[in-house]
C-alpha cells in the first residue's frame, strides 16, 4: 500500500504561489494516477487536479490555468503548482491514489480516507 505525505503549505497573500509537494513511500507512484483534492472550512472535500501515469492532467474548472500538475517519477513525487492564489483556494490540500483519471473523476471521485493534508492560507 503506497503511503503519501503532503507538503508545501503555507500562509501567503493574494497573488503568491505556493508548490505543493505528495512523496510517495512503501511502494512507488508510477503506475497510478494520483489526485489532489481540497477542503476549505465548512465544506465537502473537492477534486482540483488529477494527473495518470501517462501524465495527461486535468482539473477543476476554479483552477484552471492557475494550477499545474505535475509527477517527477524518480522522486516518486507528485506535486502542484498553484498560481495567482486567492482567498478562495485557503483550504487542507491532499492527495490521494486513483486508478485514473478524467474530467468526470475531477468532479465525483474521493477517497475513502484521507492523509494528514497541508494547509494553505491565502489572506492579506
Known amino acids: 500500500q503506497v503511503h503519501l505525505v503532503e507538503s508545501g503549505g503555507g500562509k501567503v497573500q493574494p497573488g503568491d504561489s505556493l508548490r505543493l509537494s505528495c512523496v510517495g513511500s512503501r511502494g512507488t507512484l508510477r503506475d497510478w494516477a494520483i489526485g489532489w483534492f481540497r477542503q476549505a472550512p465548512g465544506k465537502e472535500h473537492e477534486g482540483v487536479s488529477c494527473?495518470?501515469?501517462?501524465?495527461?492532467?486535468y482539473y477543476a474548472d476554479s483552477v484552471k490555468g492557475r494550477f499545474t500538475v505535475a509527477r517527477d517519477n524518480a522522486r516518486n513525487a507528485v506535486y502542484l503548482e498553484m498560481n495567482s492564489l486567492n482567498s478562495e483556494d485557503t483550504a487542507t490540500y491532499y492527495c490521494?491514489?486513483?486508478?485514473?483519471?478524467?474530467?468526470?473523476?475531477?468532479?465525483?471521485?474521493?477517497?475513502?480516507?484521507w492523509g494528514q493534508g497541508t494547509q494553505v492560507t491565502v489572506s492579506s
Open positions: 494527473i495518470n501515469s501517462d501524465e495527461t492532467a
Open positions: 490521494a491514489v486513483q486508478a485514473f483519471c478524467t474530467d468526470r473523476t475531477i468532479r465525483s471521485y474521493k477517497p475513502d480516507s
